[in-house]
């Protein structure tokens, strides 16, 4: 792999290293608010707001600059939310401010791959990506319920910084301010990554024409016989991990009676067999079988439901770290073949606009009807083989349309592999 590569990875783990961190301060700021317990998945649900609305323009954004300068450039958009919240910004809105960052960031850190690398290297790339990415969720979680544990805040603010008083006096912001010195980190590591060379033709400015491009885009990809099952896929494990994330939490305070800071640490769970999951993928799987792996997704659906038998954290431990697994090594082919038919089809920059909107579609809506069964105050046993087994069907019902499809067309042809 070249230098730039570990530059992107190094910016990447930072940068989400920090946004992960800020989730969990985020739902301990609501916690001390008081605020009501649907409000928790709110959070995420502000941040995947801005990946939706500002899909038409995000991609045409990462085309029009060198995509080491937007990540540089958004990544300041994340610790401007991150100040919000320490200025006592509802959580909310701090977040969501964050959200926008991510938003633009996420084509600019995707699409630069396509540009610096050969089409038989992507998927090894995309397990790194990924599971470097996985690993920032896990540190990121536990580093935030670390932060929140009052011992640690405690520490924190007992530090006193020679001559200068930076006025840090509450626990969440000695936090918050952890979290800023990270996204400064990435910062850095974003002005070390390289100018791939790439050009593309000038970019649209007229917002009308921009989102009539990005609805042909959407068309495309979506028309396209592997690209409308990598999509399909792949926006439903975003739904469904989002979810899950908020989903574990709540089970671990209600069936194993665990402490926000202690049931983040669960998340690093699930987050690890992710992690293991995405580099078996990425060592196993190569580009043209991807779509062998679609059977872990309905196992992984089906695995989720044994979570309502669980009632102790030894037990706790090994199922979760087998539904990371399941969900790292089905989602990695997935999206390394939706990135390689985009790139095919369309510039990086607008593939990767066009898979953010519909993930995060996905997101806002899954997470909305997790927060509504919370309104609702329905049991968590029953939301979770609710949740099983929507991830179940729906993952056979793609490999039923995907079978149909092969009917009509060879699919190992369409990515240039033909049959001897």
């Excluded at 396509?114 to 979680?141: D, F, Y």
């Excluded at 918050?176 to 790439?198: C, D, E, K, M, W």
């Excluded at 659906?301 to 979570?307: A, E, R």
Aim: net charge positive; hydrophobic share 55%.
């Amino acid at each position: 792999m070249k230098r730039g590569f570990y530059m992107i990875m190094a910016a990447q783990f930072f940068s989400s290293l920090a946004d992960n961190a800020l989730l969990i301060a985020a739902i301990k700021l609501l916690e001390s608010m008081e605020s009501p317990g649907w409000m928790t998945p709110l959070l995420k649900l502000v941040f995947a707001l801005f990946y939706v609305l500002l899909a038409a323009f995000v991609g045409a954004f990462a085309d029009a600059w060198p995509k080491g300068k937007v990540m540089f450039m958004t990544n300041l958009i994340k610790v401007g939310g991150c100040a919000l919240m320490f200025m006592h910004v509802h959580p909310l809105i701090s977040y969501a401010v964050v959200g926008l960052g991510a938003a633009a960031y996420s084509p600019a850190k995707y699409g630069i791959l396509t540009e610096l690398l050969p089409a038989e290297k992507l998927v090894a790339a995309n397990g790194w990506i990924e599971g470097l990415t996985v690993l920032s969720i896990i540190l990121g979680t536990v580093l935030g319920g670390r932060l929140v544990n009052p011992e640690v805040s405690a520490a924190l603010l007992a530090f006193d910084f020679p001559v200068i008083d930076f006025g840090i006096n509450t626990s969440h912001e000695a936090a918050l301010t952890v979290i800023a010195v990270l996204y400064g980190v990435a910062a850095l590591f974003n002005l070390r990554i390289p100018h791939t060379g790439a050009v593309y033709e000038h970019q649209q400015t007229n917002p009308v024409r921009l989102i009539t491009d990005f609805a042909n885009c959407c068309s495309v990809l979506w028309k396209d016989k592997l690209g409308q099952i990598s999509l399909a896929i792949t926006t439903l494990f975003w739904g469904a991990g989002a979810t899950l994330q908020f989903i574990v939490l709540k089970w671990a305070q209600e069936s194993l009676n665990m402490p926000l800071d202690k049931s983040a640490n669960l998340q690093g769970v699930v987050a690890i067999g992710i992690a293991l999951g995405a580099v078996g993928a990425a060592k196993i799987i190569p580009l043209r079988k991807s779509l062998s792996v679609m059977p872990m997704g309905v196992a992984m659906g089906l695995v989720v439901t044994m979570m309502i038998f669980i009632h102790n954290v030894t037990l706790a431990y090994p199922l979760l770290i087998l539904v990371g697994v399941l969900a790292g090594f089905f989602v990695v082919p997935m999206n390394a073949l939706l990135q390689h038919r985009g790139h095919v089809l369309m510039s990086a920059g607008h593939s990767i606009a066009v898979q953010n909107f519909n993930e995060n579609l996905s997101v806002l809506t899954m997470l909305g009807l997790y927060a509504l069964m919370i309104k609702l105050d329905l049991n968590v046993k029953t939301v979770i083989v609710m949740f099983g087994l929507f991830v179940a069907c729906s993952t056979y019902l793609v490999m039923r349309r995907h079978a149909a499809n092969q009917r009509e067309f060879d699919s190992v042809a369409l990515i240039g592999e033909h049959k001897h």
